[in-house]
């Protein structure tokens, strides 16, 4: 990487090495989470192709964007007759129980009235054969991939909720984190352990961390069943995890509450013991039950580890990267063990990370070109966050413990821990070997016990 | 699983009479194309130049999904692995991009110092109009290095349109530097992108020859080494779809010939040293080189090969690669394996492509042009593929379906060309086809 140290420039106009994917990244990876689901994206091919590609090398699992592939002639004349097409195609392909359709910059900047589209189509009479359809817009110069995620989640409520229907509620709905499948099939065996009915919305833990397969399977098995979004205005309450959210005003878990009454909770990221002990209070209130023993057991081991490991990390210094929510997530869980966070950054820029860490350095709307100039000088010893911090990382000379979205030079993207005891103990382990493994290959000694 | 009917022609299969496939169409809205888009074309190709900057013109997706994308290597500066955007917000779209761009130009070029600069447009720079032709003819002034417009707007085609984008963009470094002292017996190396340390490998092959390679487009690319093209005696074309643009631009402009030539499997691999002899016949040295070095190296591939052809003859490969050409190569590289390709098929191949992967391949061979996954795990199951050779997105459907898998895509880490290559193939098969893990499914 260029020498900083010599420059002296002002950064302000283009970004480098971005902290952030573009906006129809999350809508695609929420779609993945429906059961049945196809995603399209409303654009020309590259960007199906393109973010296809880059959940591939994170999942390591067969992921099927379409593209409504926009022509010269579509830019200029509209894309109706390529949406059309796309959706009866997909549909003869796929057969999908829903196709999520997410806009990309260049249909957004055209002005494409997909909801136009759609109700020429069902007034065509074409509608009954084709699938129902969730749109969600996703501006790519609008926001990052956290936000198009928390957008098309909240799509999928809106468009799909129906208080008219007859099935039964489906319990507690957790809306899910931007995390791995791992740690969503943690979030629902946590329902189970209290003994709660509910579901996890969206639920991409086998779609995108499924089995082989005997036959070819156009789209992965797993996700939340179409009826359970359907009966989301009959569900008992809502749990939504993140202090950020994108910044949104209006959220799944929102419009839940103020158009059909559910009531709910917004809390931080159950990351860390406090941050768990508070989410797990609420399932004790939903579910009338104590912290069952299998999670107790869990909160005594993490809590027993991290005793066992603090002087390993003791008033190190680091510096997290990545979506707003995770990296406020991972500074609260940092603070309970004794590491200092000396940056905080994310591409994010919905200014309410500052406002969540009053405390902290935040960088948000910002690049890895900004942390690095930021941390010029400042003494770090460990970076927390995705892949992409690599470079940093070798520039540094510090290692890097990776966790969130996109890890494409590890194995394992789709199995990292993060979220209750178990989760916060996984990254205690990962956070304390890494240093251990860079003092051994420091160290001359090179000690065999620590 | 249903073959969408607007593909059926761009489906068919090897044998004598049979239909020709149709291809360089854009790709059907719905059916999920392997292919991207014209910008990926045009940041594939210049992506190995590692002494510019490549600056995305628009929203943040297009940089951060090709940011460090390739496993092109570079002897030098290390400019192309990083990603460079204008980061276009809901303002610039409004206000249009210009300003933005100008002063990124600016900044970037101040703490970089690069010796070129290539500007890519995106979608929507295309849809608000900005000049982006201006800003960079400013900077270009401004800093005295070339700062070059890519037309790149992802909608204005496919991928191939990309590459001949691309192939406009270098046309303007050709041509702009002295030539004075470059050999006769020279030659341009188009369409190579150093993966994992290829063009270094050739590099190498020619010198044996006493060939000059003046400039590889565009693997381990330098500004100034591309300025200096035009003074080559030949271009070598290999991955013949993204580069004859430019070969055909020089010939016409400089009158530098050009022939395609591949760096994959035996027979292509010494076939595209011959034609260089052959081009520089009147120096009968470089065919005496040419046919020592194949013999030399022959001596110690081909019991490599004879050892991989005993475990692995038999089995069925199924081949899905950016360009037609390339899979030609591969077709005959696999038979020295013993392995038959059953399934074949390209994003971006051209009719010759297509018509000679009919008549090269077994009777009965299934050809895609510009395929989807329902179609790929249709025919890798009913032609029984046993290994799949492809890029990171066929990977994962290659392994779900319980198919070995050999990456011949851009992220590879291991060359795959030339004769060592062949060898590291042959090892890839054999470790990928023989693995236990099948066992356990």
Same mark, same amino acid.
């Given at each position: 990487?260029?020498?900083?140290?010599?420059?002296?420039?002002?950064?302000?106009?283009?970004?480098?090495?971005?902290?952030?994917?573009?906006?129809?990244?999350?809508?695609?990876?929420? =779609?993945?989470?429906?059961?049945?689901?196809?995603?399209?994206?409303?654009?020309?091919?590259?960007?199906?192709?393109?973010?296809?590609?880059?959940?591939?090398?994170?999942?390591?699992?067969?992921?099927?964007?379409?593209?409504?592939?926009?022509?010269?002639?579509?830019?200029?004349?509209?894309?109706?007759?390529?949406?059309?097409?796309?959706?009866?195609?997909?549909?003869?392909?796929?057969?999908?129980?829903?196709?999520?359709?997410?806009?990309?910059?260049?249909?957004?900047?055209?002005?494409?009235?997909?909801?136009?589209?759609?109700?020429?189509?069902?007034? /065509?009479?074409?509608?009954?054969?084709?699938?129902?359809?969730?749109?969600?817009?996703?501006?790519?110069?609008?926001?990052?991939?956290?936000?198009?995620?928390?957008?098309?989640?909240?799509?999928?409520?809106?468009?799909?909720?129906?208080?008219?229907?007859?099935?039964?509620?489906?319990?507690?709905?957790?809306?899910?984190?931007?995390?791995?499948?791992?740690?969503?099939?943690?979030?629902?065996?946590?329902?189970?352990?209290?003994?709660?009915?509910?579901?996890?919305?969206?639920?991409?833990?086998?779609?995108?961390?499924?089995?082989?397969?005997?036959?070819?399977?156009?789209?992965?098995?797993?996700?939340?069943?179409?009826?359970?979004?359907?009966?989301?205005?009959?569900?008992?309450?809502?749990?939504?995890?993140?202090?950020?959210?994108?910044?949104?005003?209006?959220?799944?878990?929102?419009?839940?509450?103020?158009?059909?009454?559910?009531?709910?909770?917004?809390?931080?990221?159950?990351?860390?013991?406090?941050?768990?002990?508070?989410?797990?209070?609420?399932?004790?209130?939903?579910?009338?039950?104590?912290?069952?023993?299998?999670?107790?057991?869990?909160?005594?081991?993490?809590?027993?580890?991290?005793?066992?490991?603090?002087?390993?990390?003791?008033?190190?210094?680091?510096?997290?990267?990545?979506?707003?929510?995770?990296?406020?997530?991972?500074?609260?869980?940092?603070?309970?063990?004794?590491?200092?966070?000396? /940056?905080?950054?994310?591409?994010?820029?919905?200014? +309410?990370?500052?406002?969540?860490?009053?405390? /902290?350095?935040?960088?948000?709307?910002?690049?890895?070109?900004?942390?690095?100039?930021?941390?010029?000088?400042?003494?770090?010893?460990?970076?927390?966050?995705?892949?992409?911090?690599?470079?940093?990382?070798? /520039?540094?000379?510090?290692?890097?413990?990776?966790?969130?979205?996109?890890?494409?030079?590890?194995?394992?993207?789709?199995?990292?821990?993060?979220?209750?005891?178990?989760?916060?103990?996984?990254?205690?382990?990962?956070?304390?070997?890494?240093?251990?493994?860079?003092?051994?290959?420091?160290?001359?000694?090179?000690?065999?016990?620590? | 699983?249903?073959?969408?009917?607007?593909?059926?022609?761009?489906?068919?299969?090897?044998?004598?009479?049979?239909?020709?496939?149709?291809?360089?169409?854009?790709?059907?809205?719905?059916?999920?194309?392997?292919?991207?888009?014209? =910008?990926?074309?045009?940041?594939?190709?210049?992506?190995?130049?590692?002494?510019?900057?490549?600056?995305?013109?628009?929203?943040?997706?297009?940089?951060?999904?090709?940011?460090?994308? +390739?496993?092109?290597?570079?002897?030098?500066?290390?400019?192309?692995?990083?990603? =460079?955007?204008?980061?276009?917000?809901?303002?610039?779209?409004?206000?249009?991009?210009?300003?933005?761009?100008?002063?990124?130009?600016?900044?970037?070029?101040?703490?970089?110092?690069?010796?070129?600069?290539?500007?890519?447009?995106?979608?929507?720079?295309?849809?608000?109009?900005?000049?982006?032709?201006?800003?960079?003819?400013?900077?270009?002034?401004?800093?005295?290095?070339?700062?070059?417009?890519?037309?790149?707007?992802?909608?204005?085609?496919?991928?191939?349109?990309?590459?001949?984008?691309?192939?406009?963009?270098?046309?303007?470094?050709?041509?702009?530097?002295?030539?004075?002292?470059?050999?006769?017996?020279?030659?341009?190396?188009?369409?190579?992108?150093?993966?994992?340390?290829?063009?270094?490998?050739?590099?190498?092959?020619?010198?044996?020859?006493?060939?000059?390679?003046?400039?590889?487009?565009?693997?381990?690319?330098?500004?100034?080494?591309?300025?200096?093209?035009?003074?080559?005696?030949?271009?070598?074309?290999?991955?013949?779809?993204?580069?004859?643009?430019?070969?055909?631009?020089?010939?016409?402009?400089?009158?530098?010939?050009?022939?395609?030539?591949?760096?994959?499997?035996?027979?292509?691999?010494?076939?595209?040293?011959?034609?260089?002899?052959?081009?520089?016949?009147?120096?009968?040295?470089?065919?005496?080189?040419?046919?020592?070095?194949?013999?030399?190296?022959?001596?110690?591939?081909?019991?490599?090969?004879?050892?991989?052809?005993?475990?692995?003859?038999?089995?069925?490969?199924?081949?899905?690669?950016?360009?037609?050409?390339?899979?030609?190569?591969?077709?005959?590289?696999?038979?020295?394996?013993?392995?038959?390709?059953?399934?074949?098929?390209?994003?971006?191949?051209?009719?010759?492509?297509?018509?000679?992967?009919?008549?090269?391949?077994?009777?009965?061979?299934?050809?895609?042009?510009?395929?989807?996954?329902?179609?790929?795990?249709?025919?890798?199951?009913?032609?029984?593929?046993?290994?799949?050779?492809?890029?990171?997105?066929?990977?994962?459907?290659?392994?779900?379906?319980?198919?070995?898998?050999?990456?011949?895509?851009?992220?590879?880490?291991?060359?795959?060309?030339?004769?060592?290559?062949?060898?590291?193939?042959?090892?890839?098969?054999?470790?990928?086809?023989?693995?236990?893990?099948?066992?356990?499914?």
């Amino acid at each position: 990487m260029t020498d900083l140290r010599n420059e002296n420039t002002p950064h302000a106009v283009s970004t480098t090495n971005p902290c952030k994917a573009c906006t129809p990244l999350g809508a695609a990876l929420a =779609f993945h989470g429906i059961e049945g689901a196809v995603c399209l994206l409303h654009g020309s091919q590259g960007c199906s192709t393109y973010i296809r590609r880059y959940l591939i090398s994170h999942f390591k699992e067969p992921l099927d964007v379409a593209s409504t592939n926009f022509s010269e002639h579509s830019a200029v004349f509209g894309g109706k007759d390529n949406f059309f097409s796309a959706l009866r195609n997909l549909n003869r392909q796929y057969q999908p129980a829903l196709v999520g359709v997410a806009t990309t910059c260049l249909a957004e900047t055209m002005g494409e009235d997909l909801s136009l589209y759609l109700h020429e189509l069902s007034k /065509a009479g074409d509608a009954p054969e084709l699938p129902p359809v969730v749109q969600v817009s996703t501006a790519a110069y609008r926001g990052t991939h956290a936000d198009g995620f928390h957008d098309a989640v909240r799509c999928l409520v809106e468009q799909l909720a129906d208080p008219r229907t007859e099935a039964a509620g489906p319990g507690v709905l957790l809306f899910a984190p931007l995390v791995s499948p791992e740690d969503l099939r943690a979030m629902k065996a946590w329902l189970a352990d209290f003994g709660l009915e509910g579901a996890l919305v969206p639920d991409w833990s086998e779609t995108l961390d499924g089995g082989p397969w005997q036959d070819y399977t156009p789209i992965p098995p797993g996700g939340t069943p179409l009826a359970t979004l359907r009966a989301a205005p009959k569900a008992r309450a809502w749990i939504e995890p993140g202090s950020i959210l994108g910044g949104a005003v209006k959220t799944a878990g929102t419009v839940l509450r103020d158009t059909f009454g559910v009531p709910g909770h917004r809390l931080p990221w159950p990351l860390g013991v406090k941050a768990s002990d508070a989410w797990f209070a609420v399932f004790s209130e939903l579910s009338g039950r104590p912290l069952p023993a299998r999670l107790q057991g869990e909160r005594s081991r993490l809590i027993d580890s991290l005793i066992d490991g603090h002087k390993v990390v003791s008033g190190l210094k680091a510096a997290v990267f990545g979506e707003e929510d995770l990296v406020a997530a991972l500074t609260g869980f940092l603070a309970e063990v004794g590491i200092k966070v000396v /940056a905080v950054c994310s591409g994010g820029g919905s200014g +309410r990370l500052a406002k969540a860490l009053p405390a /902290a350095n935040v960088l948000d709307d910002s690049d890895f070109f900004d942390l690095e100039k930021n941390l010029l000088g400042v003494e770090v010893d460990l970076l927390i966050g995705n892949s992409k911090g690599h470079k940093l990382s070798k /520039a540094l000379g510090v290692p890097l413990v990776r966790v969130g979205f996109p890890v494409h030079d590890r194995f394992g993207g789709a199995r990292i821990r993060l979220l209750g005891y178990a989760g916060a103990l996984a990254l205690f382990d990962q956070i304390v070997n890494a240093v251990l493994e860079h003092r051994q290959e420091e160290n001359p000694a090179g000690y065999t016990y620590y | 699983m249903d073959i969408l009917k607007e593909r059926t022609a761009q489906i068919g299969r090897a044998g004598i009479g049979a239909a020709s496939v149709s291809c360089g169409k854009a790709s059907t809205a719905g059916s999920v194309s392997q292919r991207a888009c014209v =910008f990926c074309g045009s940041r594939v190709v210049l992506y190995p130049i590692a002494d510019a900057i490549h600056l995305v013109h628009g929203p943040i997706g297009c940089a951060a999904y090709t940011w460090d994308i +390739r496993g092109s290597l570079s002897s030098g500066p290390q400019l192309h692995r990083l990603s =460079f955007s204008t980061d276009l917000r809901e303002m610039d779209v409004i206000h249009g991009g210009e300003k933005k761009l100008a002063l990124a130009l600016d900044e970037l070029i101040t703490l970089h110092r690069p010796q070129g600069a290539f500007v890519y447009s995106t979608c929507i720079v295309g849809l608000i109009g900005d000049d982006v032709e201006a800003v960079c003819r400013k900077a270009s002034e401004k800093y005295g290095i070339p700062v070059l417009p890519v037309h790149s707007e992802g909608f204005k085609g496919t991928k191939k349109d990309g590459y001949a984008a691309a192939c406009h963009a270098l046309m303007k470094l050709v041509g702009t530097a002295d030539v004075t002292g470059v050999s006769k017996l020279s030659i341009n190396i188009l369409g190579e992108f150093n993966l994992a340390g290829e063009a270094w490998i050739l590099k190498e092959y020619y010198r044996r020859l006493g060939i000059e390679v003046v400039s590889v487009l565009t693997g381990d690319g330098r500004v100034d080494e591309i300025r200096r093209a035009h003074g080559a005696s030949l271009n070598l074309v290999q991955c013949s779809g993204s580069m004859t643009t430019l070969a055909k631009m020089m010939e016409q402009k400089y009158g530098v010939p050009y022939k395609r030539v591949s760096y994959f499997g035996l027979e292509d691999m010494a076939h595209a040293l011959y034609q260089a002899a052959e081009f520089f016949a009147d120096e009968p040295r470089v065919l005496e080189a040419a046919r020592t070095l194949v013999k030399t190296e022959l001596k110690e591939l081909l019991p490599v090969l004879a050892q991989a052809r005993a475990k692995l003859a038999g089995k069925r490969a199924a081949v899905y690669v950016g360009g037609g050409f390339k899979a030609i190569s591969l077709i005959k590289a696999l038979r020295h394996l013993g392995i038959a390709t059953v399934v074949v098929g390209s994003q971006t191949g051209s009719p010759e492509d297509y018509e000679t992967l009919k008549q090269i391949s077994d009777p009965g061979t299934v050809i895609l042009d510009d395929s989807n996954p329902v179609e790929l795990a249709r025919y890798c199951r009913e032609t029984g593929a046993d290994v799949f050779l492809g890029g990171v997105k066929e990977r994962p459907l290659a392994y779900k379906l319980g198919l070995a898998f050999v990456d011949h895509n851009h992220e590879r880490k291991v060359p795959l060309a030339g004769f060592v290559g062949m060898a590291n193939f042959a090892k890839e098969v054999e470790e990928t086809v023989l693995s236990p893990v099948w066992g356990l499914r």
